[in-house]
């Protein structure tokens, strides 16, 4: 930013930053530069959607386990209770992996 010459107290913008941020670099390809640019707005998403994932089979994995014994009647007391608890973590997990696909989408 420099002064104008009539007005030294108004300052007058050479250029803005959303320039700067449109511009791809001399060397890159474009689909490149958007690639970084979407992992820039939107860091580890890749990694949070893998853990999400991770998390949501681990839980039907051990719905199915906790499932079976209380078919089988065997400590059906502390069985439903951790049945409960994973059907719970499976749907938190379904719930989180679509908001981040709502954020790609927008």
């Not at 949501?56 to 209380?70: D, K, M, N, R, V």
């Amino acid at each position: 930013m420099q002064p104008h010459p009539c007005h030294p107290t108004t300052l007058t913008l050479t250029h803005s930053p959303m320039e700067d941020r449109d511009r791809i670099p001399p060397g890159m390809s474009p689909e490149k530069y958007k690639r970084l640019m979407a992992e820039a707005k939107a860091p580890y998403k890749g990694l949070r959607k893998f853990v999400y994932g991770s998390f949501a089979a681990s839980g039907a994995i051990g719905a199915f386990i906790f499932f079976t014994q209380a078919l089988a009647g065997r400590d059906v007391g502390s069985a439903l209770p951790n049945l409960a608890l994973q059907i719970g973590v499976v749907a938190l997990m379904v719930f989180l992996f679509r908001l981040e696909s709502r954020k790609t989408k927008k």
